[in-house]
């Protein structure tokens, strides 16, 4: 309304300003016509008893296309500016959101280091104090390096190896771990603590849940610009837990965050084997 009022009121004084102007110019050059001037404005015709105020009627329609298209123009910067401001306003909620996301995984993860730092103690261990120096390692890189948008992916790696160094000292004789990851090269990037919580997932759904020979494969590569994380473990059904918890899920939803239109993350459950496999393109 206040934007109609002021288009009014400067339409209303170009009309009066210009038309006194082209008035002006046509008594001071003794002129009738518009074609003897620059192109000021668009003939318009008057009756007998209004010609005193032809130069008025002469700059009507031109005016009228100039507010015509400060008008549009003002509707599409308007419309622009809205599309602008609900842009910065999906990234401020993808950042609260990423926040949220992260601040979950710390307390998550230390739930499950804490469980096996527990289960050490109990069988008094000489290796407890070197579990307590490698979650040190490992809550140093959640609280700090976590805090970044992308890390090397070497960093990922070695905190892989921590955790499975931590996990392998409590889990039977008869259970398999490997993690391979040839070929990775350093200049590779991707956002922190995305692969950990797939490692748990598979520890708490394989080694944890199954009764036997339990294991669990890992393999990290990439082929053209293409980063692959595939993850399996022997897996037994539990009526009473669902496969993935809070892990991942939260990684699922980071990865729409982060990696629109750029990742899948595929999961695969048999009767005694869970797979997953994560491909983020570079």
Not at 139 to 148: A, G, K, V
Request: proline letters at 3%; a negative charge.
């Amino acid at each position: 309304m206040r934007y109609l009022l002021e288009v009014t009121v400067l339409f209303v004084i170009s009309v009066l300003f210009v038309g006194t102007y082209l008035k002006w110019l046509y008594h001071y050059f003794e002129k009738s016509e518009l074609s003897d001037f620059t192109a000021l404005a668009i003939n318009a015709s008057v009756s007998s008893s209004l010609e005193s105020y032809q130069p008025y009627f002469d700059v009507l329609p031109g005016i009228i296309l100039l507010l015509l298209s400060m008008t549009i123009g003002y509707v599409v910067q308007e419309y622009l500016l809205k599309i602008k401001q609900e842009e910065s306003i999906r990234a401020q909620q993808n950042i609260a959101e990423l926040a949220l996301l992260k601040s979950q995984i710390s307390p998550h993860f230390l739930f499950n280091i804490l469980n096996s730092l527990y289960a050490l103690s109990l069988k008094t261990d000489k290796e407890t104090p070197n579990v307590i120096l490698k979650l040190s390692d490992i809550l140093r890189y959640s609280l700090y390096e976590s805090q970044e948008r992308e890390i090397s992916i070497t960093e990922e790696i070695h905190i892989l190896q921590t955790y499975l160094a931590i996990e392998q000292l409590r889990i039977p004789a008869n259970a398999s771990v490997s993690f391979q990851h040839n070929g990775i090269r350093d200049s590779i990037k991707i956002a922190p603590m995305l692969l950990l919580p797939l490692i748990e997932n598979a520890f708490k759904h394989g080694i944890d849940s199954t009764i036997g020979n339990s294991y669990i494969e890992a393999n990290l590569s990439c082929d053209n610009n293409r980063l692959i994380f595939e993850c399996k473990n022997s897996f037994k059904e539990q009526p009473t837990k669902g496969i993935g918890g809070i892990g991942i899920e939260n990684i699922s939803k980071r990865l729409q965050l982060l990696y629109p239109s750029r990742h899948s993350l595929q999961m695969n459950k048999s009767v005694d084997t869970f797979s997953i496999t994560l491909e983020i393109k570079l």
